[in-house]
């Protein structure tokens, strides 16, 4: 037994068991079917009985899965800033967080495609309490978030993932992959919460905070999907906060979501990463005299890139546009893009309900604002 156990994803000496148990499962042939219809399931199979690493499955296997999924349900992914990063060295990417699986699948996708280190990533263990999902979660190099957990649960558990992570970096050169956040973004604002930073600081090694971050290499990262596949499963949580009710998730909605995620439509998506942090922890520290103003304006530094390198698309000047009864950013769509997003907005919501209708605007108009606060040309 190892201190990270309850966490960490599986060693490649584990890769080979784990598969062979999963062969005959009916999600691993869907998977299968999914990403190589013309394959017959005895090749698979014995394709995944000769595999013994986690590279490998990720890259002969998922790395395929994800390809087919952007072609079902995409019009491509593109991507911007990764010719900055170095082969061979691992990075935190921290990123902003639209969708629980897809996000770091397509991180990774691009990772593959430059030649980089590829992440293990953070995932929350509510999303995989099947055993399936689970194997298949640290097949894919995903270690745990422990939820639910009572305050002194939840600090132990905080020191060991941040730990974790640190030890992953600095030990294992691997990259890792976190949200900015606990939870998707639901209303489009997208924000670096100060808990997530604490968080990685539990592991801190140096007699200034600052210093222990500039180690871990953080990269923000943005990512923009031009239609959200979640986009009406998340007017429920955004209408239960508008009246300061507390929301109950339904039974299985998590998984629902995940599926949703994956198959649903996406149009365009587009990953951007940024510049490695680095000259910004001798600004912060000069200017910010304790550890907690220190910490605030790191977010800030973090959100500052991701809000301005966001990509937006025509739905997002529609919405603002439709939200704000403006014809300001008409020249940025055309009036078919604007039937189609006005059609899918009556289609997926009950626009007779203010609130919801103003959540689901909301949702693609808030980049639109937030990139505003840093520039007039947004184009």
Known sequence: MTKFDAIRPFYDSEVNEALKSLLHHPMMKAMMDF????????????????????????VNFVYQSIQRVLERSSEGLTTSGFEKLEPNTSYLFISNHRDIILDTSLLNVSLIDHGLVMTASAIGDNLVQKDFLLKLSKLNRNFLVQRGLSPRELLQSSKLMSEYMYHLLSKENRSVWIAQR??????????????????????N???????????????????SYEYDPTDALKMPQLIALSKDEVYIKEKNEDFITLLSGIIGQKKRIHIHVGDVLDSEYEKIIFENDNNNKQIQALAQVIDDSILLTYKLWPTNFIAYDILHN??????????????????????????????????????YANPVVNKLKYTNDIA
């Open 205 to 223: 090694d140096e007699q200034r905070g600052m210093d222990f971050f500039k180690k871990l290499k953080i990269v923000p990262v943005s990512i």
């Open 326 to 363: 403006t014809t300001k950013f008409s020249n940025l769509y055309d009036e078919k893009e604007r039937q189609l997003f006005e059609r899918r907005l009556e289609m997926r919501i009950d626009a007779e309900n203010e609130t919801m209708r103003e959540g689901f605007l909301a949702m």
């Open 182 to 203: 606990e939870g998707r973004t639901k209303d489009g604002n997208d924000a670096t919460h100060q808990g997530v930073l604490k968080m990685l600081g539990m592991a």
């Open 35 to 58: 990403t190589f219809p013309e394959m017959e399931d005895e090749v698979w199979k014995e394709q995944l009985s000769r595999t013994h690493s986690i590279r490998d499955f990720q």
